[in-house]
């Protein structure tokens, strides 16, 4: 059987996933939202995909990550954003609609209003119309990937950009995703896990390398000019080096504190050796 893949459905993930087949990928790849592959990987219906850091924080002892490969930003990611016309501690008690698509970044809000902004309860919720509405009547909403993207460039104020809020309060990148395997396919079938790693670092590396062609390459949606694409790419950092760890831990022991995670998990690697 060839392994199945997860794919993040955003823009945040073509430079991940545009030359993997040219790199010889020949397995299953399966599209979605972070919650719906977090689901399909802790199912097992999937064998690794790059999913919310939250999700292997909460399932870990089921999981290894691949090294190297995270979506975070230094600073600002501009697709993690909190529309609010409010100032953050005012959103105590306050409820923020969601969209259902976030498992990292809900948490990440409620980290960095409960922390550092002297809130006590943030409550969020899935509402029953497009949170786009939402924003344009000037609610409270949470929004990830594209959605946020688009609607943080036709917004002229009122956002709060999560990558930069955690890191004005840390000093430290921000993981939103890893590249998360399910323990038992890294067991039985390490020898085509190895190869799939020496894909996937090669498929990065060759889009990172030129993000021009790649911008122009793929559909870019009519509300993004190519520029832009290329522009949001290069904000983001696609590795995971030391301070990407440290930002990760820092995060899963805030999460712990605040009672999101029930323990602080422990962070352990496939290893091709
Ligand atoms: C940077 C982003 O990070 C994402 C946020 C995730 C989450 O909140 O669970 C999961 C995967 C990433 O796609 C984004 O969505 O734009």
Not at 106 to 133: M, Q
Not at 142 to 148: F, N, P
Not at 227 to 232: N, Q, R, S
Request: charged residues 20%; negative net charge.
């Amino acid at each position: 059987m060839s392994l199945r893949v997860g794919h993040i459905c955003y823009l945040n993930s073509i430079p991940f996933f545009h030359h993997l087949r040219r790199q010889g990928f020949a397995g299953e790849i399966v599209s979605g939202v972070p919650a719906h592959l977090n689901a399909m990987l802790a199912r097992g219906e999937i064998d690794l995909c790059p999913s919310s850091s939250f999700e292997y924080a909460r399932n870990w002892r089921d999981y290894l990550l691949l090294p190297e490969q995270s979506i975070s930003s230094f600073g600002p990611v501009r697709s993690v954003l909190l529309f609010s016309r409010k100032k953050l501690s005012e959103l105590d008690g306050q409820v923020i609609a969601v969209t259902g698509e976030s498992a990292t970044s809900i948490n990440l809000l409620k980290v960095l209003l409960r922390e550092f902004h002297g809130c006590r309860e943030v409550c969020c919720r899935v509402p029953d119309e497009p949170v786009e509405a939402i924003v344009e009547r000037g609610g409270d909403v949470l929004m990830i990937g594209d959605r946020a993207l688009k609607a943080g460039l036709a917004t002229d104020g009122g956002v709060y950009d999560l990558g930069q809020l955690w890191w004005e309060a840390t000093g430290l990148p921000f993981v939103f995703a890893l590249w998360i395997v399910r323990r038992e396919v890294a067991e039985e079938r390490p020898g085509e896990l190895a190869a799939f790693n020496c894909q996937l670092a090669a498929a990065r590396t060759s889009a990172e390398g030129d993000l021009h062609s790649l911008a122009s390459e793929v559909a870019c949606p009519d509300w993004l000019t190519e520029e832009e694409l290329v522009a949001y790419w290069q904000r983001m950092s696609f590795d995971l080096a030391g301070d990407h760890l440290r930002g990760l831990e820092r995060y899963f022991s805030l999460c712990h504190r605040h009672g999101l995670l029930a323990e602080e998990p422990g962070i352990a690697f496939f290893s091709a050796a």
